[in-house]
């Protein structure tokens, strides 16, 4: 039996995490309408804390290697003969972190690359500018302003829509269910003018849990609605009302959506992010009966904030990583829609080159990041690794805080453009787009 307080309280659930306050009614399509050739989807993966790229993708060869470990000290070095190797520019030799093994499958099969050196910017910056305080996003090494900064696309004031809300403002102001999909919690990335994101928790039931008998969950919930669409006079009230009877409804429509959908062969790992990616595996099987035709999702893992222990505590996560993605992976080429789906890694921020006291790292700047899927240009990594020299030309500090070469618009923006946001219209995504001489990358 569900008693009073948790009824309320899963209401509460709904009116927080539920869709946008202008979801209507979906009328369920057939699954079979939705044109699978028309599909695209962008599924972000954000490294909560800010991920050491340094010990996620290194040089490999014998001078790289030498110069990686001279930076990072034997406090963070991982051992060259556990780096698994992938060939980039040329045939430059790079370690991946040797839990990435699915990562390292994929990008050798095409399916997967790699982006160095990316960081918010607010325009192209030189050492010295970035020491005389030039044109630099605000307060670089904070964690909540990065996270944000990340998400908006936004480098010099806080708060905003996010680059993914403004994405989904061009190309789908009308769609019949929240275009943006968040399965870790409230996210920035889809906050829009005209589009809002929508809250789903993995595994849960969208809807209001049942007490007992059928007809006791009627009752209750009639006397619900009755509160809902009560006049009050008071505009805040109905406000809040109309949030939460629309998150009902979204609630038991996309129940009745998902119920339309056929179990997963893909086993995926029982880990945070394995759960979130299962989730949006499911959402995505189900895009026609949802009348789907763009979705932007969010999923997240936390822990990577390492001042300490980064190697013992890095390992796990990247596992955690690596486990999910290619899971994720599989389903997709078994829904047969592999090629519709580009997953993209954020973070914050990367972290310093050396090591702090206490066999740790600390906040810093530009980092490496992967994008995957079939319409990658895969087998191959993009922008400019950093020069692994402290104090030397790619070093704001004296720390190894790496200057980034690549913004975040310029990475952003390319999967953008993939995602149907016309050239024109990617400043307006995008403001600080037009800064670049090259506004996108080849990776797609």
């Not at 009824?7 to 979906?26: D, E, I, M, P, S």
């Not at 014998?62 to 698994?84: D, H």
């Not at 429509?253 to 979130?276: D, H, Y």
């Not at 006291?357 to 895969?378: E, K, L, M, N, R």
């Amino acid at each position: 039996m569900r008693t009073r307080r948790q009824f309320l309280k899963r209401c509460c659930a709904l009116g927080a995490a539920g869709a946008a306050a202008h979801v209507t009614r979906l009328g369920l399509m057939s699954a079979n309408a939705q044109s699978t050739s028309t599909y695209k989807a962008l599924v972000c993966v954000f490294m909560f804390g800010g991920n050491d790229a340094n010990n996620m993708v290194i040089p490999a060869s014998t001078t790289g290697y030498n110069a990686y470990t001279s930076v990072r000290g034997p406090a963070l070095s991982l051992a060259q003969g556990s780096l698994l190797q992938v060939n980039a520019q040329g045939g430059t030799v790079y370690g991946l972190h040797p839990r990435l093994l699915n990562v390292r499958n994929l990008y050798n099969a095409g399916k997967a690359a790699m982006v160095f050196n990316v960081g918010t910017l607010v325009r192209p910056t030189t050492k010295a500018e970035y020491q005389s305080g030039v044109s630099l996003p605000r307060n670089l090494y904070s964690h909540s302003d990065q996270q944000s900064q990340w998400q908006t696309s936004n480098p010099t004031v806080a708060g905003g829509t996010g680059w993914g809300g403004r994405i989904n403002d061009i190309l789908a102001p009308n769609a019949p269910f929240p275009p943006g999909v968040s399965v870790a919690g409230n996210a920035s990335l889809l906050a829009g003018a005209v589009t809002t994101g929508v809250n789903i928790s993995p595994g849960s039931n969208f809807g209001l849990d049942t007490f007992g008998s059928q007809a006791a969950s009627d009752a209750r919930f009639a006397a619900m609605q009755q509160i809902l669409t009560f006049d009050s006079g008071v505009q805040l009230i109905g406000s809040a009302n109309g949030v939460l009877s629309n998150a009902v409804e979204a609630a038991q429509e996309i129940n009745q959506a998902l119920a339309s959908g056929t179990p997963l062969a893909t086993v995926f790992p029982n880990t945070g992010l394995g759960q979130q990616l299962l989730q949006v595996a499911k959402i995505i099987q189900v895009r026609g009966a949802l009348g789907m035709d763009r979705q932007i999702f969010f999923a997240s893992m936390g822990g990577f904030d390492n001042h300490s222990s980064l190697v013992a505590d890095q390992d796990p996560l990247l596992q955690q990583l690596d486990g999910a993605v290619g899971a994720f992976q599989t389903a997709l080429a078994e829904l047969g829609i592999e090629p519709n789906v580009v997953t993209f890694t954020e973070s914050e921020f990367s972290r310093t080159g050396n090591a702090s006291a206490t066999a740790g790292s600390d906040h810093a700047w530009g980092g490496h990041h992967f994008v995957i899927g079939g319409p990658v240009h895969g087998n191959e990594a993009y922008g400019t690794f950093p020069t692994l020299q402290l104090q030397g030309p790619s070093d704001v500090s004296n720390r190894g805080v790496w200057l980034p070469t690549t913004s975040l618009d310029q990475y952003a923006a390319t999967m953008a453009s993939w995602f149907g946001v016309q050239d024109m219209s990617l400043t307006s995504v995008f403001p600080n787009l037009a800064n670049f001489s090259t506004p996108k990358l080849a990776f797609l």
